[in-house]
């Protein structure tokens, strides 16, 4: 049997069309499956944040990184662990250790030791808690709370967050960290994250006790 030419052009395009519609939803079934594996990805390496980040009495996280001009070093932390306690303060022995805990935080200096081939001096301090009336503290904090599951009822968490800035006039010197943190809290600090970063790669240590980075 013999088919005209223009039935055959009509079934060719058929076909064709037929064909587009199986690839179209085979590829749309890839993306979607595609796009499933990195929202599970993204939702795990989140879990692993949150679950990084949790408030832990006792526990902090020391994170150095070192650049062209120096090193930054921040220090996350519950409040418990510095002052002692997490509820706002209204006692005046309150006011005093929260008052002395930011001044021995301020002295960064004192707190850390650096190789002095570096020749490292302290430029800033920052600490920022919602103890210490730090608005963007607070909406952190707020925002932390939401997230966190399993909290109780009236249960304060504070956190104090302190960042050093060190100028080097030697920073390709860098070479070792002493940390004094849990000399100078000896009461709350039983461990210690320290993670850090330089132009040679990056490395993390589990702190129970003052300990020096080997940062190269």
């Known amino acids: 049997m013999t088919f005209p030419h223009a039935l055959i052009s009509t079934l060719s395009l058929l076909v064709t069309l037929s064909a587009g519609s199986v690839y179209a939803d085979d590829h749309k079934h890839a993306a979607t499956h595609d796009d499933k ?32 001009e120096g090193m930054e070093i921040m220090l996350e932390s519950p409040a418990a662990n510095i002052v002692g306690f997490e509820h706002a303060a209204s006692t005046d022995e309150d006011k005093q250790k929260l008052a002395d805990a930011k001044a021995r935080l301020e002295a960064g200096a004192d707190l850390f030791s650096i190789n002095p081939e570096a020749e490292c001096t302290l430029k800033t301090a920052e600490v920022v808690s919602t103890l210490l009336g730090n608005a963007e503290a607070e909406k952190e904090e707020h925002a932390k709370h939401d997230h966190e599951e399993g909290e109780k009822e009236g249960e ?6 302190v960042t050093w800035s060190f100028a080097c006039a030697k920073p390709a010197e860098l070479k070792e960290v002493t940390t004094k943190l849990f000399a100078a809290f000896p009461e709350g600090l039983q461990k210690v994250k320290a993670e850090w970063v330089t132009d040679k790669g990056a490395s993390s240590q589990e702190l129970d006790k003052d300990s020096t980075l080997k940062l190269n």
């Not at 939702?43 to 062209?68: I, P, Q, R, Y």
Request: glycine residues 10%; without cysteine.
């Open 156 to 161: 304060t968490h504070n956190d104090m967050d």
């Open 37 to 68: 594996a990195k929202t599970e990805a993204h939702e795990h390496e989140a879990e692993g944040h949150e679950e990084h980040g949790a408030h832990e009495h006792g526990a902090a996280t020391l994170s150095l990184a070192v650049g062209d």
